[in-house]
């Protein structure tokens, strides 16, 4: 797979993810829709999987840079 494909997805994963981390966007999509209930959850959920797409980022990062 092209690293670039591996560095891409993690940049905007990792940007999409914040958005949601950082702003009430996802809770108050959630109360709209009438999940408000697994908002408590989101901190499990999101931390992690904004640490897995800066890793991702990084990976592809450093397959571009090996590869150059």
Known sequence: ????????????GAIITAIC???PILV????LIGLA?????LDYTLFPLLGFFLILALYGWWKHKRSC
């Open 1 to 12: 797979m092209d690293p670039n494909k591996y560095m891409n997805t993690g940049i905007w």
């Open 21 to 23: 981390c950082f702003t």
């Open 28 to 31: 108050v999509g959630l109360g």
């Open 37 to 41: 209930a697994i908002t408590k959850y």
